[in-house]
């Protein structure tokens, strides 16, 4: 296998894993498509304390948009039925914090 640079011209050599359960890996998913980045960015950056940036792009926007799609649908459901989820409430804090920063940025 020939080596390679990456964009910044850093040579990664070493495989960093770990294992997660299939909720969490669906939540880690969703934060990654939300921030823009690549899972490999969007991991370095959380790993070393670093802020992510989320990268306003059309793709990005329709997945922002996408989602606040689904929590208004959820919202009402919620309206209707008197109950929520943890998960739903921590996706919903997710969009916020993204949807508040692309406004101010």
């Known amino acids: 296998m020939e080596k390679t640079l990456d964009k ?5 050599g070493l495989t960093v894993a770990f294992r ?3 909720e969490e890996n669906e939540d880690l998913n969703t934060r990654v498509r939300l ?3 690549t899972k490999q960015d969007y991991l370095i950056n959380r790993a070393l304390c670093r802020d992510v940036v ?3 792009n059309p793709r990005v926007h329709k997945l922002l948009r996408n989602q606040m799609a689904e929590i208004i649908e959820e919202l009402k459901r919620l309206e209707c039925s008197g109950d929520g989820s943890e998960e739903f409430l921590e996706t919903l804090r997710l969009v916020a914090e993204i949807w508040n920063g692309l406004k101010e940025g």
């Open 35 to 37: 921030s823009g980045l």
């Open 54 to 56: 989320v990268m306003g």
């Open 20 to 22: 997660m359960s299939p």
């Open 8 to 12: 910044k011209g850093r040579w990664r």
